[in-house]
């Protein structure tokens, strides 16, 4: 079955900063990768995805993620930080062929510091 | 457009009690997914709908948990017999297709408190 690491609880960084979340997957074949945000007392919202084509995927509010097939990661990066990015955000993973779950990490909390 | 809404927002119940839980996917999306989120878990995948097909139920936790879906659209996640270990928030998401290319778009959840 599929399953998504986050080792991360927990990523400070500072206003202005790159941001980095790290994402590894373990899935039977292709995967398909996923990000999404979740704001306090909020569903979670789509960010972006990888399906198929360029390893680096760009997504919603300058955010992009690259996927790197031989150390099975999907990270996700932005180049500066900015305070309304203070978020839970979760990977995703779901293979190519077989069920159709999602299986999410367990989700890192973001905390940009102004 | 309007997306998947999730009724009540906040469900307060007793142990042992019975309770429902319901979801309104976007309209014209055929693929209807229930997650449970608890603290620090991540989220737990419970069932997937696809249109007139038979529900993948694989993740259900147990035989108090069951879940409908009604005329393609609504659907209704029922626990029953609740206990305090089922204390979390329910999260719905619906997809305009149940191919593993498709985003699915997520409501805001409904928070169980067992006590």
Redesign the interface.
């Known amino acids: 079955a599929q399953s998504v690491a986050q080792p991360e609880d927990q990523v400070n960084v500072a206003e202005g900063n790159p941001l980095t979340v790290k994402c590894t997957y373990s899935v039977s074949g292709n995967p398909y990768l996923f990000w999404y945000v979740q704001y306090p007392n909020r569903g979670l919202q789509f960010l972006l995805k990888y399906i198929t084509g360029d390893n680096l995927v760009k997504g919603s509010y300058g955010f992009e993620a690259e996927f790197n097939k031989s150390q099975t990661s999907f990270h996700l990066k932005k180049p500066s930080a900015l305070v309304s990015d203070s978020a839970l955000y979760f990977c995703a993973v779901r293979p190519l062929f077989g069920n159709n779950r999602l299986a999410f990490g367990k989700g890192n909390q973001v905390v940009v510091i102004p | 457009g309007a997306g998947?809404s999730q009724s009540p927002s906040n469900k307060v119940t007793e142990k042992g009690k019975d309770v429902e839980l319901r979801c309104d996917p976007i309209s014209g999306h055929t693929?209807l997914?229930w997650?449970r989120q608890s603290l620090?878990?991540?989220?737990e995948?419970l069932i997937?709908f696809?249109g007139n097909s038979a529900p993948?139920k694989?993740?259900l936790p147990s035989d108090r948990f069951s879940a409908e879906r009604t005329g393609g659209s609504v659907s209704t996640l029922t626990i029953q017999r609740t206990q305090q270990e089922d204390s979390a928030v329910y999260?719905c998401?619906s997809s305009s297709s149940?191919g593993?290319?498709y985003?699915?778009?997520?409501?805001?959840?409904t928070r169980l408190t067992v006590t």
Not at chain 2, 40 to 43: A, E, K, P, S
Request: no cysteine.
């Open positions: 998947v693929a997914y997650y620090g878990q991540g989220l995948f997937y696809q993948d694989s993740g999260l998401a149940s593993p290319a985003e699915q778009y997520f409501g805001p959840g």
